[in-house]
């Protein structure tokens, strides 16, 4: 296997080979805005944009935002649709609460009525003794 150094060696033209520089260059060592690509060969670094650049950033962005936007109210009607069945369901509850409420009142009522006929009657109906006549005002 080929030693670091080795495989930096380029051979000339005329076949001898030469070391590469002790220091490697990288892209961003050398000082001012001119910079080494991989390739090998140095471009300018720009500082600003190209109008270019800015207007396709600025189309990526839009079309970014604009399906953001569109899955945020696909988002929104699904918790609409969600919040609408929700009511549903718990108004179709209320109601059949509301039923049993009624019909629980009125079997307390009737069973009211019966406790108040049932300790009337053994007041007055079936006792002989005196003080339940005395009491009713029938003497």
């Known amino acids: 296997m080929e030693s670091d150094e080795e495989i930096r060696r380029v051979p ?8 590469a520089p002790a220091a490697p260059r ?6 001012g805005p001119d910079r080494v690509q991989p390739s090998g060969e ?3 670094r720009k500082r600003g944009r190209s109008p270019a650049d800015k207007e396709n950033r600025r189309l990526k962005r839009l079309l970014r935002n604009r399906v953001s936007a569109q899955q945020a109210r696909e988002r929104k009607k699904a918790h609409l649709t969600e919040l609408e069945t929700k009511v549903i369901d718990l108004e179709k509850k209320n109601s ?4 049993r409420l009624s019909t629980l009142q009125n079997e307390n009522q009737m069973l009211r009525q019966i406790v108040k006929n049932t300790t009337a009657s053994r007041r007055g109906g079936s006792g002989t003794s005196t ?3 005395a009491a009713d005002g029938t003497l």
């Open 42 to 44: 140095v471009v300018q």
């Open 12 to 19: 000339e033209i005329g076949g001898e080979v030469s070391a």
């Open 96 to 99: 059949e609460l509301e039923e």
């Open 26 to 31: 990288e892209a961003g060592s050398l000082p």
């Open 131 to 133: 003080s339940n006549t």
